[in-house]
């Protein structure tokens, strides 16, 4: 195994200035990865993915090979004009998140609604991945 010196001072303190300059033109697009929760029951697997502000008809939902993909686009716009005093600010971007569902789903059959900027999703769970009783019997 190998050490590495330690060298407290020869980090430079201006190596990341060029990147406060940046900032205000990193923040005019939205690139995110929006939060999700999933769970489960026996016969279903849910998703709830908050997107408030994002237009739902700009937002696509897929189910592949048991795997959730959802993306969208989003833009936001804000203007103001008031006698000598003029600003004009978009924000726009889009996002795109594909996570492994934990059982095997029917994506034929997902359903998916947007309500009050939380967009909810239902998938079925695929037969062979429902938990199944059989009965044993016992000889004796």
Known sequence: MS???WAPMSIDPFDE???WFNWPVARSAINFAPAMDIWQDKDNVYIECPLAGIDPEK??????NDVLTIEGKSEQKSEVDDKEYY???VRY???HRAVALP?????EKAKAE???GVLK???PKEERAKPKTVKVEIKK
């Open 59 to 64: 937002v696509t939902v897929a189910v592949e």
């Open 103 to 107: 059982s095997s789903v029917d994506g």
């Open 17 to 19: 200035m060029d990147s």
């Open 3 to 5: 050490l590495i010196k």
């Open 114 to 116: 947007y309500e009050k």
């Open 93 to 95: 971007g889009s996002f």
């Open 87 to 89: 600003r004009k600010e």
């Open 121 to 123: 999703i239902v998938i």
